[in-house]
C-alpha cells in the first residue's frame, strides 16, 4: 500500500485538481463578498457563513484524501450498497427531518444541517455505473433499459416528495450519461427538448400559430420525402400529437403545476409581472448581475448582493455577487472556468478503459453540467428559478460534501484509467 | 456533449454581456435601490421690518417618509396606533406613496410636531421602509399683514409640472411676498445620499457623502414695512371694511398695507391650513382678499386733485379763476349736486371746499377744448393725464395680485353711445371721481404720494433690501413724471393742506403736523357711502403719504379722514397724544351696525 498512496498525486488530474480548488475558493471569496458587513472583519468568523464555508472546506479536502486513499475496486464492489444505504436515509428524512423553506430535506445535527439528497447523487451514479457496466450484451433489450431509469426514478420521487424540485430534476440529467450508453435514444433526447420548447412556446404565443407552424414544417418534410409512405404517415400521426400536446399545455399550466411553479416560468416569459412579488428574486438578480458592468465593482464593493437585495444571496444567488462584482469579465472567466472543467471530464471519462469509471465519469458530468446550467440560467433569466447550487462556489456543507465525493471518486478511478476492473 | 455544454457557455456569455454590458437600465436600478436620497430642505429665509423686526422665522417639524419598495412585513395594527391613524387611512396613504414611486420617498404623514417625534422615532427602527425628515414650518411673531407675507403650501401638480425644481410635497410660496420673493426665500435645496439594505435600514453615507449637495439656506427679506405702523393700522381698522396704504413718497417704499377685515397669518400654516383656509374662504366678509391691491372704487372727491391739476395743465382755469356755485351743477336736464360753502370759490378753494360745480365745469372744459377735433382725441388727451399718475395700469412690483384699476377707454364709450353719441356732459361725473372709474387703495395712496412729490413716483414696493439689509433692492428706483408741470403741484398741495387746516378734513388736523389731504365720500349704491380720504405729510418736504377706504362708512372727513390723520401722527410722531380721537375710530364698528356710534 505505501507506493500507492505515495504515487497518489502524482497520478491524479491536475487541471481538473487545480480547477476544483479554484473554485472552491472563488466560492469561499465570494460568500465572504455577499455576507460581509463592516461589524465583521475577520473571515475566520464560525458564526457566519464564511466561516462555516471554511470548516465545510476542510471537512471536503479530508474526505477527498480519504477517497484517493481508498482502493478502486471498493466503489465498483460496493456500487449498489451505497445505492441502497441512501434510500431509506432519504426516506427517514421525509419522516425525522426538519423543514427549512417548505422543504422537508434536512437533518438537524446542533448547528449544522445535513440534506441527504446531495449525497444520494453520487449514490445514484454509483448505481447506475454499475449497473450498466454490468450488462456485458451489446444488444440492450427493453428490460436494461427500465432498470437504470427504476434506479432514478427511486430517489427523484422521493426528493420530490421532500417538496425538492430542484434536486429531482438533477436526476434527470442523468438521461444524458443514459444516452451516451446507448440506452436511450436519440429520438427520445429530441422528443424531450421539443416538448420543453412547445412548452414554453404555447405560453408565449397562441397555440393557432404553433400549430400552424408544426402543420407548414410537416407538409414541408413531406414534399423532401414524397415516395416514402409510412414514414409520411408517422410524421401525420406525430404532427396531429404535438397538436394535442400543444392544447394540453395550457391545461397542465393551469391545473396541474403550482402556483409558485407557474409563477416561476411567467417571471420569465412576462415582462409586466409585478417586480415586488414573484418577479423580485428574478429582478433583483438581473440587477445585481446587470449593475456589474464590463469590469464590476470591485472585489467586496458590491451593493446589491452585500445589501441583501438579492435572495439566498450565497447559495443559489451566488452567481449575483460574481456578477456585480467581477463584472462581464469575471462571470465570463467562471463560465469559461466551468466549460473547461466538464469538457475535461468528458474528454477523461472517454480515456476510460473500464466501461464503470467512463460510465461514472459520464454521470459525474452530466450532473455538473446540469447544476451549472441551470443555476446560472436561472440568476440571468434564461431558465425558471429552480433552486439548486452552483457546483464548488455556492454555500453549504452538504453540497459541497457531496460535490467533493462525486468528482474524487471519478479522480480516484481516472488514476487507474488504463486498469480494467 | 462538449457541443452541447459550448452552447450553453455561448449563450449564458452572450445573455451576460447584453446584460452587464449593454443594458444601462440595470445600473440604474441598482442605485435607486441601494440609495436613499434624502432631501436637505434649507430653512426659509427670515422676514423683517424697515427697522430690522424680526417679523417671519420658521418652526422646525417633522415629515414621516416612505419609500414602498423598502417597507417590509409589518405590524401595521401597531404602527396606525403609533401614528394614531386608521387602518383605511394607512392603506389610502400607502398607494399614493406607491403611485409616487416604489424607489423614491413620498410624504406618509406631513407635519409632525417635535413632542410626537420623538416618541414615533423611537419605534421607527421596527418598520423599514419608513424614515423621518426633518422640515421648517413659517411663524409669524405678529399676527398682522397677512395679506402682505401671502402664505406658503405645498406645491400643486401644476407647480410641479411647471418647474423642476419642486418636488411632491415642497414647500412654495403661493401668494404675497412668500410667492414673489420665491426663489429668494426658498433658497436651494441639498440632497444626502444614504445607502440602504434591502430592509430599509440606513448604512451610513453614500462615497463618504461625495455627493450629497448641503443645502443653501433662503435669504432673508428686509421689508419696506414698519410693524408698529403696520400693527397700530390694523388696530384702528378693527371692526371696520376697507384698506389702508401708506407709503414713503420719496421712495416708493410701502410703510403699511392694512385690509380688513384680516386674519392671523399663522392659520394657513401647516396642516391647518386647508380647513382654515376653507374657513377664510367662505367667510362673508372675505378677510382672504386683499383689499388693498384688488379693491377697486370710484375715488370720489380725492380724483379732484387730479382733474384740477389737468385743468391748470391744460390752461383751461387759472390760479385766480372764479366761479360761483349755486349748489348744484345742471345742464340740459342732468344736475351734479355741491354742499353749501362759500362762494365764489377759486381753484385752491374749491378743493378745500370740494365743490363739485366748479369740478364739473373745469372737467368739461378741458374734454371740450377746441384743439381737439373730437370727443375721442381729447378724451384721450384727459385719460393719459390721469394715467400718468399710475391709475388705470398695473404697477407689476412685487406684490402679487394686483388689480389695474378702471379708467374707460374711448372705445368703451363708443361701444355704449356710438362715436359720435357722448360728450363732456356724457361723462361729466368723472370730473368728480364718479362713474367709469376704478382706483385700488394702493393707486390712491400713490397719488398722494406722487402730489407730494410734486410730479412723479417712484413705483411702490415692499421689499427694501434682499439678503442683507445693505444690499438694497434697486428695481423700483425709475422715477414716472406725470405729464402736469410741475409748477401746478404747489397750488394744489397749498390746497390740501388748506382742506385739513380749515376745509372739509380740518377735523383731523394735527398740532405740529403740516398735513395736506383730500376728503372723497363716494356714492355707493348699495348702501351707506364709501369714506376716503388720501394726505401726505408734512406738506413741503413729504415723509408719508396714505390713503384710507371705510367702506359703508358715510363721509370720508368723518371717518377716512381721522383713520389717516392718526396713522401720519403715529409715523412722524411715533406716538398717538389725542386720545379721545383714537378712541373714537377704536370704537366705531361698520360691520355690526347696532354698535356705530352715530346710530341714535
Not at chain 1, 22 to 39: Q, R
Amino acid at each position: 500500500m505505501r507506493p500507492h498512496q505515495f504515487n497518489i498525486l502524482k497520478d491524479i488530474d491536475k487541471p481538473l485538481l487545480i480547477i476544483y480548488v479554484i473554485l472552491v475558493f472563488i466560492g469561499l471569496a465570494n460568500i465572504y463578498a455577499a455576507e460581509i458587513e463592516d461589524t465583521h472583519t475577520t473571515i475566520f468568523d464560525f458564526s457566519q457563513s464564511y466561516g462555516k464555508q471554511i470548516i465545510f472546506i476542510a471537512a471536503s479536502f479530508l474526505m477527498a484524501s480519504i477517497i484517493l486513499s481508498v482502493d478502486v475496486k471498493w466503489f465498483s464492489t460496493f456500487g449498489y450498497a451505497i445505492y441502497w444505504f441512501f434510500i431509506p436515509v432519504l426516506i427517514s428524512v421525509l419522516i425525522f427531518g426538519t423543514e427549512i423553506k417548505a422543504t422537508k430535506a434536512w437533518f438537524q445535527i446542533g448547528s449544522f444541517a445535513i440534506q441527504p439528497s446531495e449525497f444520494a447523487k453520487f449514490a445514484l451514479a454509483l448505481a447506475i455505473a454499475k449497473y450498466i457496466s454490468s450488462v456485458k450484451t451489446k444488444n440492450i433489450r427493453f428490460k436494461n433499459r427500465l432498470k437504470p431509469l427504476i434506479l432514478i426514478a427511486i430517489p427523484a420521487l422521493l426528493v420530490l416528495m421532500q417538496n425538492d424540485v430542484g434536486t429531482t430534476l438533477v436526476f434527470g440529467a442523468f438521461v444524458f450519461a443514459l444516452y451516451r450508453e446507448g440506452y436511450l435514444s436519440g429520438i427520445v433526447l429530441a422528443f424531450i427538448a421539443m416538448a420543453m420548447i412547445l412548452f414554453i412556446l404555447t405560453l408565449l404565443v397562441n397555440e393557432l400559430f404553433i400549430i400552424a407552424g408544426l402543420a407548414g414544417t410537416t407538409i414541408l418534410i413531406l414534399f423532401m420525402i414524397q415516395k416514402k409512405k409510412a414514414a409520411a404517415l408517422q410524421l401525420i400521426g406525430l404532427c396531429i400529437a404535438l397538436s394535442a400536446y400543444v392544447y394540453s399545455v395550457d391545461y397542465v399550466f393551469e391545473n396541474v403545476l403550482q402556483h409558485h411553479h407557474k409563477e416561476r416560468i411567467t417571471v420569465l416569459i412576462d415582462d409586466e409581472i409585478d417586480m415586488r412579488g414573484p418577479g423580485y428574486n428574478l429582478n433583483q438578480s438581473k440587477i445585481a448581475i446587470g449593475s456589474g458592468g464590463f469590469w464590476g465593482k470591485g472585489y467586496l464593493e458590491g451593493t446589491q448582493t452585500k445589501l441583501d437585495f438579492v435572495p439566498e444571496q450565497n447559495t443559489d444567488f451566488i452567481f449575483c455577487t460574481i456578477g456585480e462584482e467581477w463584472g462581464f469579465f469575471g462571470s465570463t472567466a467562471l463560465i469559461l472556468l466551468f466549460l473547461i472543467f466538464l469538457t475535461r471530464l468528458i474528454l477523461l471519462a472517454e480515456k476510460q478503459r473500464s466501461s464503470f469509471s467512463r460510465i461514472y465519469g459520464y454521470c459525474v458530468a452530466s450532473i455538473l453540467f446540469f447544476h451549472f446550467a441551470i443555476n446560472i440560467g436561472m440568476t440571468i433569466g434564461l431558465v425558471p428559478i429552480i433552486g439548486i447550487p452552483l457546483p464548488f462556489i455556492s454555500y453549504g456543507g452538504s453540497s459541497l460534501l457531496g460535490f467533493t465525493i462525486l468528482l474524487f471518486i471519478f479522480l480516484k478511478l481516472d488514476t487507474k484509467k488504463l486498469e480494467r476492473f | 456533449m462538449i457541443a452541447i455544454f459550448v452552447a450553453i457557455g455561448v449563450i449564458f456569455i452572450v445573455k451576460l454581456f447584453s446584460l452587464q454590458v449593454l443594458d444601462p437600465s440595470y445600473k440604474l436600478s441598482a442605485s435607486q435601490n441601494i440609495l436613499r436620497h434624502i432631501t436637505d430642505y434649507p430653512a426659509r429665509g427670515l422676514i423683517y421690518d424697515r427697522n430690522g423686526e424680526l417679523l417671519v422665522h420658521n418652526e422646525p417639524f417633522y415629515d414621516l417618509m416612505v419609500i414602498p419598495g423598502q417597507v417590509g412585513e409589518i405590524d401595521t395594527t401597531a404602527f396606525c396606533n403609533l401614528l394614531e391613524i386608521t387602518r383605511e387611512s394607512f392603506e389610502r396613504r400607502m398607494s399614493e406613496a406607491k403611485q409616487h414611486s416604489y424607489y423614491q420617498g413620498s410624504i406618509f404623514l406631513s407635519q409632525i410636531a417635535k413632542d410626537s417625534y420623538a416618541y414615533i422615532q423611537e419605534q421607527l427602527y421596527k418598520f423599514p421602509g419608513f424614515y423621518v425628515q426633518p422640515r421648517t414650518l413659517r411663524n409669524y411673531v405678529y399676527s398682522t399683514a397677512a395679506h402682505t407675507f401671502g402664505y406658503v403650501g405645498e406645491a400643486s401638480q401644476r407647480v410641479i409640472d411647471n418647474n423642476p425644481y419642486y418636488r411632491p410635497g415642497d414647500y412654495v410660496g403661493i401668494s404675497g411676498i412668500e410667492k414673489y420673493y420665491e426663489e429668494q426665500l426658498r433658497g436651494e435645496k441639498g440632497v444626502k445620499i444614504k445607502v440602504v439594505d434591502a430592509l430599509g435600514r440606513e448604512t451610513g453615507p453614500y462615497q463618504e457623502g461625495r455627493f450629497d449637495t448641503i443645502a443653501n439656506a433662503g435669504k432673508d427679506l428686509y421689508t419696506t414695512l414698519d410693524i408698529d405702523l403696520q400693527l397700530y393700522g390694523e388696530k384702528l381698522m378693527q371692526n371696520k371694511i376697507g384698506s389702508i396704504v401708506a407709503i414713503e413718497p420719496s421712495s416708493g417704499e410701502i410703510l403699511s398695507m392694512v385690509s380688513s377685515p384680516s386674519y392671523d397669518p399663522n392659520l394657513l400654516v401647516g396642516r391647518v391650513r386647508g380647513l382654515n383656509f376653507r374657513q377664510l374662504h367662505t367667510d362673508t366678509l372675505n378677510p382672504i382678499f386683499n383689499r388693498a391691491l384688488m379693491a377697486e372704487y370710484p375715488p370720489g372727491s380725492v380724483f379732484k386733485v387730479i382733474s384740477t391739476l389737468i385743468g391748470l395743465h391744460e390752461e383751461v382755469v387759472y390760479p385766480g379763476t372764479t366761479l360761483s356755485c349755486p349748489g348744484y351743477y345742471h345742464s340740459r336736464g342732468i344736475t351734479v349736486r355741491c354742499r353749501e360753502h362759500p362762494n365764489p370759490v377759486n381753484v385752491k378753494e374749491s378743493i378745500k371746499y370740494s365743490c363739485n360745480t366748479y369740478a364739473v365745469n373745469l372737467f368739461r372744459d378741458v374734454i371740450d377744448q377746441y384743439r381737439f377735433e373730437n370727443i375721442q382725441e381729447s378724451y384721450t388727451n384727459w385719460r393719459n393725464h390721469v394715467q400718468s399718475f399710475g391709475v388705470g395700469r398695473a404697477f407689476n412690483n412685487d406684490l402679487p395680485y394686483e388689480q389695474r384699476g378702471l379708467i374707460a377707454s374711448p372705445n368703451y364709450y363708443d361701444g355704449i353711445y356710438g362715436s359720435n353719441g357722448w360728450s363732456s356732459l356724457t361723462i361729466m361725473s368723472l370730473g368728480i371721481g364718479q362713474g367709469e372709474m376704478g382706483i385700488t387703495p394702493m393707486q390712491l395712496a400713490n397719488i398722494a404720494s406722487t402730489i407730494g412729490n410734486r410730479g412723479y413716483y417712484k413705483t411702490p414696493h415692499i421689499v427694501r433690501a434682499i439678503d442683507d439689509p445693505e444690499n438694497e433692492n434697486n428695481n423700483f428706483e425709475e422715477k414716472h413724471n406725470t405729464t402736469i408741470d410741475e409748477e401746478h403741484y404747489d397750488l394744489i398741495i397749498e390746497a390740501m393742506f388748506e382742506v385739513v387746516d380749515e376745509g372739509t378734513g380740518r377735523f383731523s388736523r394735527i398740532e405740529g403736523i403740516e398735513m395736506a389731504g383730500k376728503t372723497g365720500t363716494v356714492q355707493n349704491p348699495h348702501g351707506e357711502n364709501h369714506s376716503v380720504f388720501i394726505a401726505f405729510a408734512p406738506k413741503d418736504d413729504p415723509e408719508i403719504a396714505i390713503s384710507v377706504v371705510i367702506e359703508n362708512s358715510g363721509y370720508g372727513a368723518t371717518w377716512a379722514a381721522p383713520v389717516a390723520s392718526l396713522m401720519i401722527e403715529k409715523y412722524l410722531n411715533r406716538q398717538v397724544d389725542r386720545r379721545w380721537f383714537e378712541q373714537r375710530i377704536l370704537d366705531a364698528n361698520f360691520i355690526n351696525p347696532e354698535k356705530h356710534p352715530d346710530a341714535e
